[in-house]
């Protein structure tokens, strides 16, 4: 058995397929995404198993999407479809599909994988948490999954042994003006990047954009990605260990929308170097360090 990228040559089998896994779909319908998805290659992901007769037995559609429940980087790779003939079940062929997949997104850069299916069918849920899928959220009759396949973390600080530490995830953005200024957050702790904790079932651009609002009264565009970083220290305002995990971005302001809702957060504009001094936590410095070499 060996996966391949779909060719045209196999057509025939992967609308066989096809009609099987979504058997109310019009065949007009099936003819018009799967040519979309030969034609946009760069966009649309679809990959075959084939046995040793050379009989198609599996395929497995992928997309990319700009991002996805609960996700903390973007874009995400995205698995649409996912089906292995019957008789060809539980002997990892599945699995191979998903393999071969991931493995093409993390070649190209992607961080994380999602997917979804329909809350009532359990088969697939449990496929997905055997091969590392979390569920990020149930809702609207389907169940979203999301994995980590390839995030390398800069770690700051030392993990003490015997001590428990209290993980906090949060996404952070960077903002430079037009005078290569950056955007900061002034309380009575120190200064910090705008942005925050991850709420459940956020993903991290409702995540900047509540908190960003909620600091400085604007909205927010997000225009890339930086990376993930996390600090291991004990914090004097909370009393205790913490584990922050941060996800980073570039971002632009929008429009002045409201006026902020935390009065003890003061938005305030410094120059990249004092910027990166008057930051209270180090992977915070690390990217705007790193966002302002780009």
């Given amino acids: 058995m060996r996966i391949q990228r779909m060719t045209q040559n196999a057509y025939n089998s992967w609308l066989t397929m096809r009609k099987k896994l979504w058997p109310h779909c019009p065949d007009e319908k099936h003819d018009k995404e799967m ?70 997104f993390v070649e190209k850069g992607f961080l994380e994988m999602a997917s979804d299916t329909e809350l009532h069918n359990r088969v697939s849920i449990e496929a997905h948490k055997r091969l590392g899928y979390k569920v990020i959220c149930e809702k609207d009759g389907e169940a979203k999954f999301l994995k980590e396949i390839a995030i390398t973390e800069t770690v700051f600080g030392e993990k003490l042994p015997g001590i428990n530490y209290t993980e906090r995830v949060g996404a952070y953005a960077v903002i430079l003006n037009k005078e290569r200024k950056v955007a900061l957050i002034k309380t009575s702790t120190g200064y910090f990047l705008p942005g ?49 995990i941060g996800y980073f971005y570039r971002a632009d302001l929008g429009e002045k929308l409201s006026a902020p809702i935390e009065t003890d ?13 008057l930051l209270f936590l180090e992977h915070q410095k690390w990217a705007v360090i790193n966002c302002s070499r780009e």
């Fill in 35 to 104: 040519k979309m998805q030969l034609s946009q290659s760069d966009q649309y992901l679809v990959f075959i198993a084939i046995d040793d007769l050379q009989n198609s037995i599996g395929f497995l559609e992928a997309a990319i999407h700009d991002f996805t429940p609960g996700c903390h980087s973007s874009p995400v790779g995205y698995i649409e479809g996912w089906y292995v003939e019957e008789a060809h079940r539980k002997i990892g062929i599945g699995k191979d599909l998903v393999k071969a997949v991931e493995n093409w």
């Fill in 265 to 277: 957060h003061v938005f305030v504009w410094h120059d990249v170097d004092e910027a990166v001094k």
């Fill in 196 to 244: 925050g904790g991850m709420d459940r079932d956020e993903d991290f651009k409702e995540c900047l954009e509540r908190e960003i609002l909620e600091e400085t009264g604007y909205s927010v565009y997000i225009t890339g990605w930086i990376g993930k970083a996390s600090k291991y220290h004990y914090s004097d305002a909370l009393k205790y260990y913490m584990h922050g």
